[in-house]
């Protein structure tokens, strides 16, 4: 193992309202003495509004970063990684790893970090401990991107999910909770039980094929820092260096030249094209598949495994699968049974409660046509335009600090 020439240099952005109104205190009781301790120098930045962080690196020289940390729930990364894709140097910009430090009441990708590196469950300050170790190790694997275009806005990038009905509904409805942390979820999620509510639309989406699934494989591993060399050699690695990116080099330009700008997204703006989507007033392709049924009580396409700091939703998610989990919960499900679905989830067994209202499979794109004139649709857990909405996977598009 050799020694680093240079120390990592970090901006770490942290949301001071997150939470509890912890984050800082969290930063000062663990993760400052854990980065001291590595090496890694960092550069504390403290947002104070919304979409600060979203303005910030936009704009922000990131040649001077090894690596941009976030610390806070999933809605400060989301900020982030859609700053970074509205720069007209996006193509490079996307490529600076990411980090994420739990420090919200929904710490879903943190969750999943862990959950990747085989450890066993843990939440809160155990979680945040966790997610800080391995992002002092600086192992960076590739991260899926999925590009959601909407009905009159620009389309958006979401790294977590996609949802409507109950999900998205106890996600916002449970906001009025915040200030009891992550069991606001518990709480939104036995209210909306009380009165459960039935959505009419129409879901189609694009199967994912094992052709794709193995030809487009992108199991690579990097180190955050040039000079790093990691404690076991991976026999996946490609490059030592997060700079030289096997997978923008070819698949994007290939996707440059085949794609059809969907209707909500002009030629100028910047971002990866979307050859997989017809425009959102065109009919989709011979090749996907439309839901016979209507009548929903949610849909939630995850690309991460989980939903939640205790909500394992996609067990079979990994950061670079090249696909969207795609689960629906048709309408006829009792309330008792919802939650025993929601229970099981907390081990990630709800695929094997052989519940018959539950429908799970992979895709690489999808459609949802909401019929029902009002409900909440939410991108990584923020509120979107409330209509027509699909989506497409980018595959290892962005880079993500997993240790």
């Known amino acids: ?58 704009e922000a020289d990131l040649s001077q970063w090894d690596a941009l940390v976030i610390m806070s729930g999933d809605g400060l990364l989301y900020e982030v990684i859609n700053g970074l894709l509205e720069r007209p140097d996006w193509e490079e910009a996307i490529r600076t790893p990411l980090g994420i430090l739990p420090g919200g009441s929904g710490n879903a990708l943190a969750a999943s970090i862990h959950h990747y590196s085989g450890a066993s469950p843990v939440t809160s300050e155990e979680l945040l401990v966790s997610c800080g170790f391995l992002l002092c190790k600086g192992l960076v694997s590739h991260m899926d991107m999925v590009s959601v275009h909407l009905c009159s806005s620009p389309r958006l990038f979401s790294f977590l999910s996609l949802a409507w009905g109950f999900v998205a509904d106890v996600d916002i409805e ?60 991976l026999p996946a690695v490609r490059d030592s260096s997060f700079h030289n990116s096997c997978h923008s080099n070819n698949s994007l330009k290939v996707r440059r030249v085949e794609s059809t700008p969907s209707r909500s997204v002009t030629k100028a703006l910047p971002g ?95 459609r949802l046509e909401p019929y029902s004139p009002k409900g909440i649709i939410t991108v990584d857990g923020e509120v979107v335009e409330y209509g027509p909405v699909q989506a497409a996977v980018h595959r290892g598009l962005s880079r993500l600090i997993t240790g």
């Open 174 to 233: 449970s906001e009025k909770y915040r200030h009891f942390g992550a069991v606001r979820f518990t709480i939104g999620t036995l209210v909306r039980l009380a009165s459960l509510r039935v959505y009419k639309g129409r879901l189609a989406y694009l199967p994912a094929t094992r052709d794709h699934n193995s030809e487009e494989a992108l199991r690579s591993n990097t180190m955050l820092c040039k000079d790093r060399v990691p404690p076991v050699t």
């Open 1 to 58: 193992m050799s020694q680093m020439s240079r120390p990592c240099q970090m901006m770490l952005l942290v949301n001071p309202q997150s939470g509890k109104g912890q984050a800082l205190t969290l930063y000062n009781n663990h993760i400052q003495r854990m980065l001291n301790e590595a090496g890694i120098k960092h550069t504390l930045v403290i947002t104070e509004r919304q979409n600060h962080a979203r303005e910030m690196v936009k």
């Open 272 to 366: 990866p094209h979307d050859s997989l989507l017809p425009p959102l007033d065109q009919p989709l392709p011979d090749d996907w598949v439309v839901v016979p049924e209507e009548d929903f009580v949610l849909m939630l396409a995850m690309y991460q495994s989980h939903l939640a700091e205790d909500l394992l939703a996609a067990p079979e998610a990994t950061p670079d699968d090249g696909v969207i989990h795609l689960f629906y919960v048709r309408a006829g499900i009792s309330p008792t049974a919802l939650l025993r679905l929601f229970l099981a989830m907390e081990k990630g067994a709800h695929l094997t409660t052989n519940c018959q209202h539950l429908v799970y499979t992979k895709v690489r794109a999808l």
